[in-house]
């Protein structure tokens, strides 16, 4: 089964990154990702400012062993989003 074009997190910190997966290959007894990330300008950032810090080296992540990605359900996700707003915009209403 391949994974490619699908959708997936990663936590970077306190933030989460989203991207697709755009290729994958096994590395002894692990598949492994190259993932396409979106609006991922935190990660990018800091990974400039690493590098500044170290001497030029570079320590930006281009591959993706699979336990560190969590393969998601776009619409559940939003699905699931839409609900926590609702909720917390009724919740606020009581509250006034």
């Known amino acids: 089964m391949s994974f490619v074009g699908k959708p997936v997190l ?6 989460i990154r989203y991207g697709i997966v755009q290729s994958e290959e096994m590395k002894g007894k692990w598949k492994h ?5 979106t609006n991922d300008e935190i990660y990018v950032a800091s990974m400039k400012h690493l590098t500044s810090l170290r001497a030029g080296k570079d320590y930006t992540k ?13 619409d559940k996700q939003l699905k699931d989003l839409r609900n926590i707003k609702r909720n917390l915009k ?3 209403k009581e509250m006034a």
């Open 10 to 15: 990663n936590r970077y910190g306190d933030n």
């Open 33 to 37: 990702f190259v993932v396409k990330w």
């Open 62 to 74: 281009h591959t993706y062993r699979v336990d560190e990605l969590l393969f998601i359900d776009v």
């Open 90 to 92: 009724n919740e606020f």
